[in-house]
């Protein structure tokens, strides 16, 4: 039986061993336990896991800044994809955005990165051939000074 919940930090471990070594997943040094228990605490209600006769089968990482949603990963194990549930647990974040008054959702994928595309664009996200990501670690020099803070 299927058992779909709000993601806590207790999830921690089986969620980064369920992403761990999936194609289109990528996990690095933010998705340390305290970034990831910051994240979900700062955006109660937001991120989901699917539990099924005990045993996670999938997680997705929700949240918002206050005007947009954001999709941060989502992961199914390989043998229970093709048959919703990836959908389902995106619905639920799509669901908390909306009761918070978020009335758009955006998800990055990788460009080399083509089933996730199509599944994406599959249950109605629109590609954006309009905006290019651009970032930055925060501990490089060259931050802002101009705040008089280091």
């Known amino acids: 039986m299927l058992h779909i919940a709000p993601?806590?930090?207790?999830?921690?471990?089986?969620?980064?061993?369920?992403m761990r070594g999936l194609p289109g997943v990528s996990l690095g040094q933010a998705d340390s336990c305290e970034s990831v228990t910051r994240y979900l605490m700062r955006n109660p209600g937001m991120s989901?896991?699917?539990?099924?006769?005990?045993?996670?089968t999938g997680a997705v990482f929700g949240g918002h800044d206050g005007?947009?949603?954001?999709?941060?990963?989502?992961?199914?194990?390989?043998?229970?994809?093709?048959?919703?549930?990836?959908?389902?647990?995106?619905?639920?974040?799509?669901?908390a955005l909306a009761r918070e008054g978020i009335e758009k959702c955006n998800v990055m994928?990788?460009?080399?990165?083509?089933?996730?595309?199509?599944?994406?664009?599959?249950?109605?996200?629109?590609?954006?051939?309009?905006?290019?990501p651009f970032s930055k670690k925060t501990n490089e020099p060259g931050g802002c000074c101009a705040c008089g803070q280091k």
Request: overall charge negative; some cysteine; hydrophobic content about 40%.
């Open 48 to 56: 989901f896991v699917c539990h099924e006769n005990g045993r996670l």
């Open 7 to 18: 993601m806590t930090p207790q999830h921690y471990d089986e969620v980064t061993e369920l």
């Open 67 to 95: 005007r947009r949603g954001y999709i941060q990963d989502i992961a199914v194990a390989p043998d229970c994809r093709r048959q919703g549930l990836a959908h389902g647990l995106i619905l639920c974040v799509l669901d």
């Open 109 to 132: 994928v990788f460009a080399d990165n083509a089933p996730g595309q199509d599944f994406w664009k599959s249950i109605g996200f629109t590609q954006r051939h309009d905006l290019l």
